[in-house]
């Protein structure tokens, strides 16, 4: 096995993860991801004990137990550009041997639980309500430099929403991962299910005009009338598919749970984010402290 060289998977003085900051003993195998740094303490204020906490830049993360459960919660900041640092840096505290900086033979999955806003592209699906995530729908680009393969089903989903949508590559080629199927069936009562779609932006890219024109200005209408089979679009973000889609290449269980603060067919937007927030991160607790 070859050594990765320093500039490729930079470790910092402490021996730590360069963007994380974190050394492999301070991470758990189950991993909670929020965009905002601040949410960080909202989460670990559920956990009973704190072994360690760390900051580099907009990655901030504590590790600790609730009950028997250890947990890492980790602040990715916004954006599919910043989950490419988060998941191979995750990936490499636990894969790769820091000292030799040769990859490990036996491989450990992590368990990788984004909690995050996001808004609503159905009238059914209300401010305030929760989406689990059955599939990332990528318009962010970021596994168009991995080798992602599609499945049969996923390439004809990818086609019938090209065709549907009008993309064109001057834009984005879309990509599509799975949640995991084994973390999935745990997240029912409380949640919608259904695509979330990842967008490289909040406005131009999610259809909000300010004081620009986009390209495409029917691609929003077209996510919220796309169906292939049962699946239909419910949600974006800006996280999702890039977490599933490297996620699933590097082989860790993958889910993304939503609190809708906006509702962009309603035109709404929650009264109290903070509070609906909260209770994502409640609930979501309950269920992932008792995963097996
Ligand atoms: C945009 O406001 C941010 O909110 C959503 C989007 O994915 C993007 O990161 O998630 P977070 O609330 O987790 O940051
Ligand atoms: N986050 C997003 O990316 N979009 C929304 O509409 C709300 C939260």
Not at 9 to 21: E, F, P, S, T
Not at 71 to 87: A, E, K, M, R
Not at 151 to 174: A, D, G, R, W, Y
């Amino acid at each position: 096995m070859q050594r990765i060289a320093e500039s490729e998977l930079i470790i910092n003085d402490r021996g730590a993860i360069y963007h994380l900051n974190l050394l492999p003993e301070e991470l758990a195998t189950t991993v909670i991801t929020v965009g905002d740094p601040d949410r960080v303490e909202l989460v670990s204020r559920h956990f009973d004990s704190i072994e360690v906490k760390r900051q580099h830049r907009e990655f901030v993360s504590h590790t600790g137990r609730i009950g028997n459960k250890r947990l890492t919660v980790i602040s990715t900041g916004i954006g599919p550009d910043n989950i490419d640092i988060v998941l191979n840096e995750l990936d490499a505290l636990v894969n790769i041997d820091m000292t030799t900086r040769i990859i490990k033979e036996t491989l450990t999955p992590l368990n990788i639980i984004r909690i995050g806003t996001s808004g609503s592209l159905q009238a059914s699906i209300p401010v305030d309500s929760f989406v689990a995530s059955t599939h990332g729908l990528g318009l962010d680009n970021l596994l168009n430099f991995y080798r992602l393969e599609h499945t049969e089903e996923e390439n004809q989903l990818l086609q019938s929403f090209i065709t549907h949508t009008q993309l064109t590559t001057q834009i984005t080629f879309p990509y599509i991962s799975r949640a995991s199927a084994s973390l999935l069936k745990h997240f029912v009562t409380n949640f919608h299910h259904g695509i979330t779609v990842t967008c490289p932006g909040f406005y131009g890219p999610q259809g909000r005009l300010l004081r620009l024109g986009v390209k495409n200005p029917d691609l929003i209408n077209r996510l919220t009338s796309f169906s292939f089979g049962q699946h239909q679009i419910t949600n974006f973000e800006m996280e999702t598919s890039s977490i599933f889609g490297l996620g699933r290449l590097l082989g860790h269980n993958c889910m993304s749970l939503n609190a809708i603060v906006a509702n962009r067919i309603q035109k709404q937007f929650s009264k109290d984010s903070g509070a609906l927030v909260d209770r994502l991160i409640k609930h979501s607790l309950e269920i992932i402290s008792t995963l097996p």
